[in-house]
């Protein structure tokens, strides 16, 4: 087993106190009991503790601590003592001792480079797309998993980081102004990446766009003068960030993007079904790469991660190759083919339902434009309602009709609130069916596809587009 923390690491971490005998160790810190394998220590966060969406679940981990032994946790970490049977370290509140023990760990860790990555869209993406660069040049890296990129997430991702790592790639990410700020702090970033501005959560901010870009700035708050900033040149908010930037001390600051001056510069993107190959230049030299992912928004993503391995000295062929290993993420692109009826072409659908802000919408829509329906098939687009758009929802919605036409799609399906707009936008001879929630779509699919459709399912993750994804795999032979 590959040593994460022993006792006396975890006691000295978190001025707990231990009950029980100190001579283990343990391989992992999980808060999810669901989660826990045979090494792993159980921490039980309370309800209150991290993100609203956490609070309203009215979840206690105290009450998973059985379900935690039950799947093999060596030890449990809680704030009052428990009637268990293995050893337990009690401390005044378990979310702080997360925090202690990133902070622990982000101190104790031969960090070569700590790389923060945050934007409006393209966050997750990125992160795994950096990861796998760096792996790819033979750095031993940490990174997060799954979208965990809050006030929960950040310090879960950095107590699981071990001291040999090199590299650590921490995904952050907020709804309001303030929250990257402590999250900055905690991982002291010496590269920080933006992925791109939008106007995701902008019915959280009075100030409009411009504080979005202080928000999403704020990753430059736990840097010091001898940290690097990676930025999209491509985006109307780029100066404002290098503004941000230079004020928080940071000098070394680069691009990336289509734009000519781009210190990572986009060449070309030749698309097939479902990957493309690119052409880049990075700081004046030419490369070529696979990514079995598709669009130019995808391609310009993949230049950050490869403009980070070349500031840091790093091979960046071995880094462009390892990309030929990324698939896409659940939800956020997977393709794959259903089909429906013995002897006809199957259903390609496009699985990028986990979330939706209008320019990851509009680029869904236009890769969806580059691929070829077989036989009768048709390109239709069921898309959920993008969320916190506030007083924009009306313009943004409407604002998806042209891309929509313009990649020449036969059909939309709609649901939520503010989804009324894109589907009113749209001619009456390709408007499909409009409902209120994704349940009450995903019973329609039954009548609505044939085989050989291309299907793409989008939208934000409160409106739960994933039911009509299951639909559609649920037509399976």
Same mark, same amino acid.
């Given at each position: 087993m590959?040593?994460?923390?022993n006792c006396?690491?975890? #006691? ?11 001579n283990?160790?343990v391989k ?6 669901r ?5 792993d220590i159980?921490?039980?966060l309370k309800?209150e503790a991290?993100t ?6 009215g979840l206690?981990?105290?009450d ?5 032994i ?5 030890a449990v970490?809680v ?5 268990v049977d293995?050893?337990?370290i009690?401390v ?5 001792a997360?925090?202690d023990?990133?902070k622990?760990a982000r101190?104790?860790?031969t960090?070569?480079q700590?790389i923060?990555?945050?934007g409006s869209?393209g ?6 797309m950096?990861e796998?660069a760096f792996r790819?040049?033979d750095?031993i890296?940490?990174a997060?998993?799954?979208?965990y990129?809050?006030?929960?997430g950040?310090p879960?991702?950095l107590?699981?980081?071990?001291e ?8 952050i ?5 303030g929250e990257?700020?402590?999250?900055s702090?905690?991982?002291r970033?010496? #590269? ?6 939008s106007?995701q959560?902008?019915?959280?901010f009075?100030?409009?766009?411009g504080g979005?870009v202080?928000a999403?700035s ?8 001898h940290?690097m900033a990676?930025l ?12 941000n ?5 940071i ?6 993007g289509k ?9 070309s993107?030749?698309?097939n ?15 070529s ?8 928004h ?11 391995v070349k500031?840091t000295?790093?091979d960046v062929q071995k880094?462009?190759k390892?990309f030929?290993q990324?698939k ?7 393709i794959?083919?259903?089909? #429906?009826?013995?002897g ?11 979330n939706?802000a209008p320019?990851a919408v ?5 890769n969806?434009?580059?691929m070829?329906?077989?036989g009768?098939?048709r390109r239709i ?5 993008m969320?916190e ?5 009306k ?5 998806l009709?042209p891309?929509f036409?313009d990649?020449n799609?036969d059909?939309?399906y709609?649901c ?6 894109l589907f009113s ?5 390709r408007q499909g ?6 349940n009450e779509?995903?019973n329609k699919?039954h009548?609505t596809v044939?085989?050989g459709d291309i299907?793409?399912?989008k939208g934000?993750?409160?409106i739960k587009?994933?039911?009509?994804v299951n639909?559609?795999?649920a037509?399976?032979?």
């Open positions: 590959t040593v994460l923390y006396n690491d975890i #006691i000295t971490a978190t001025k707990g106190q231990l009950i029980g005998p100190d283990w160790s992992r810190l999980v808060m999810d009991s989660e826990v394998q045979s090494g159980f921490i039980a309800g991290g609203e969406k956490y609070r309203t679940s206690d981990g105290h998973f601590v059985p379900s935690a039950d799947n093999g946790a060596v970490i704030d009052h003592e428990m009637d293995i050893p337990q009690i005044e509140n378990t979310f702080q997360m925090q023990l990133g622990h101190n104790r860790a960090l070569k700590s923060a990555i945050t869209v966050k997750t993406t990125v992160r795994d950096v796998t790819g040049a750095a890296t940490h997060s998993v799954k979208s990129n809050n006030m929960i950040v879960y991702t107590a699981n980081m071990h040999n790592t090199q590299v650590g790639v921490f995904e990410g907020m709804n309001h102004a990257i700020t402590p999250l702090h905690q991982v970033p010496n #590269i920080a990446i933006i992925t791109w501005i106007e959560h902008i019915e959280n009075d100030n409009g766009m979005i202080d999403k704020e990753i430059f708050e736990g840097m010091n003068a940290g990676i999209p040149i491509d985006n109307d908010y780029y100066d404002a960030l290098i503004s930037a230079k004020a928080s001390g000098e070394k600051i680069y691009s990336f734009h000519e001056k781009a210190d990572a510069r986009l060449i993107a030749t698309h079904d479902g990957s493309m190959t690119v052409e880049a230049c990075i700081m004046g030299g030419t490369i790469y696979t990514l079995n992912v598709m669009g130019d995808m391609a310009v993503n993949s230049l950050s991660a490869l403009l980070a500031v000295g790093r880094a462009a390892a030929s990324i896409p993420l659940e939800g956020r692109g997977t794959e083919d259903i089909v #429906i009826k013995d006809e072409p199957p259903v390609t659908l496009i699985d990028d339902s986990y939706a320019i509009e680029m869904a829509l236009r969806l434009g580059k070829t329906p077989k009768s098939g687009a069921m898309i959920g309602r969320a758009l506030g007083d924009y929802a313009a943004m919605h409407e604002n009709a891309p036409m990649a799609i059909l939309i709609c939520g609130a503010d989804s009324e707009y936008a749209i001619p009456a001879d069916v409009i409902t209120d929630t994704s779509l995903a699919v009548d044939r085989p299907i793409l399912v934000s993750f409160g587009m994933g039911k009509v639909a559609i795999r037509l399976s032979k």
